[in-house]
């Protein structure tokens, strides 16, 4: 008799879910809208954890993948599923059928003497799980067919930025805010594409869209920081400092007020009369290069080549480095007192092996 019962039960269940998109197909939409702004929440947190050290760039990366296969899966979900369809006695005539075929089903087959099977012999193994790739390629196909699907642009496009597709992720949120609206989020992610697409640099079209988040959100910390650095690149490092320190002055992450004050830093300096920390590398990089000249000219001097070999060092260019290295021993083979000196630099550099 528990049998039958529990039977019956769970054909109601069964029976409900079939039946309840007839009832309310409106929560669909709102479900989804829902399950996206939790995920991209989702996938701020795991930035801001990175930043803060709490996370391996290995971890974030799973988990950014992670969290944008979900949100393409619960779009690609809603896409699929679509609106029901027929007529109003459908969801009673389902039901007897339901209840019917289950019933004598389960009369023919069923086997409820037998253990039941463990969960983890049931579950699905991970690589059923459709990949981020495999996900962005169905939204892209859907996208294809039905260019004016405004929420299929939104729910793409920061996947996109996500995975460093800058170009792809400004012509989705184009789309998605002529479709379904600005939004500061979509604009501010605008914005961000447009400057990562142009290699950090603040365009004309990712400031007006940064300054529109402004008008919506005039403490967005995201669009301020970009519209100062955009005053940096125009020159106009009064109006940098101003926003800086306005920035400051509001309660920010650890992370972002480090690198606000780094900016604030560098242009206080600027404005001193000092090079800025690219000037700077400029210069440096320009020493070495006319250092290594000098020496393929004339190689005899053996301090300018120890020198050579400590700076490409200390700029992380090893390769050249091992190759002055290389070039000094040559240069001063047979001398055993310049070989010995150059023997110790490359130990101190760890350039040997």
């Known amino acids: 008799m528990l049998l039958w019962t529990v039977f019956a039960a769970l054909t109601a269940f ?5 039946v309840r998109p007839y009832w309310r197909q409106g929560e669909r939409a709102a479900a989804q809208s829902h399950d996206v702004a939790v995920y991209k929440q989702q996938l701020e947190e795991i930035e801001e954890e990175t930043a803060r050290g709490l996370l391996g760039e290995a971890e974030a990366q799973a988990a950014r993948i992670e969290v944008s296969r979900r949100i393409l899966a619960a779009s690609d979900d809603f ?6 369809r027929g007529s109003a006695s459908a969801p009673y005539v389902i039901i007897g059928l339901l209840a019917t075929i289950s019933m004598a089903a389960y009369l023919v087959f069923g086997s409820p003497n037998l253990p039941d099977q463990p969960l983890h012999a049931r579950a699905a193994p991970e690589d059923s799980q459709p990949s981020i790739e495999s996900l962005v390629a169905r939204v892209e196909a859907r996208l294809a067919t039905n260019p004016e699907d405004g929420a299929g642009w939104a729910v793409i496009a920061p996947v996109y930025l ?7 992720a400004a012509k989705a949120l184009k789309n998605a805010i002529r479709l379904v609206g600005e939004t500061p989020d979509r604009l501010g992610d605008l914005g961000e594409a447009l400057t990562l697409a142009g290699g950090n640099k603040v365009s004309g079209e990712a400031a007006a869209a940064f300054q529109k988040v402004l008008s919506l959100e005039p403490q967005n910390e995201r669009a301020q920081f970009w519209l100062g650095m955009a005053d940096e690149q125009g020159g ?3 109006e940098a400092a101003g926003r800086y320190r306005k920035l400051l002055a509001q309660t920010l992450p650890d992370n972002v007020r480090n690198i606000v004050q780094q900016r604030l830093t560098d242009v206080d300096a600027r404005l001193a009369g000092a090079p800025s920390a690219p000037e700077q590398a400029a210069m440096i990089d320009k020493m070495v290069a006319g250092l290594a000249e000098r020496l393929k000219a004339d190689g005899s001097d053996l ?8 700076a490409y060092t200390v700029l992380g260019r090893r390769d050249e480095a091992l190759d002055a290295l290389k070039r000094a021993q040559g240069q001063f083979a047979g001398n055993q007192e310049a070989l010995a000196q150059i023997d110790q630099m490359a130990k101190t550099l760890g350039l040997t092996s």
């Open 236 to 238: 106009k490092l009064s």
């Open 162 to 168: 996500r995975l460093g597709r800058y170009d792809d």
């Open 79 to 84: 896409h699929a599923a679509g609106p029901p």
């Open 303 to 310: 301090e300018g080549w120890l020198k050579l070999m400590r």
């Open 14 to 18: 069964a029976a409900l879910l079939i």
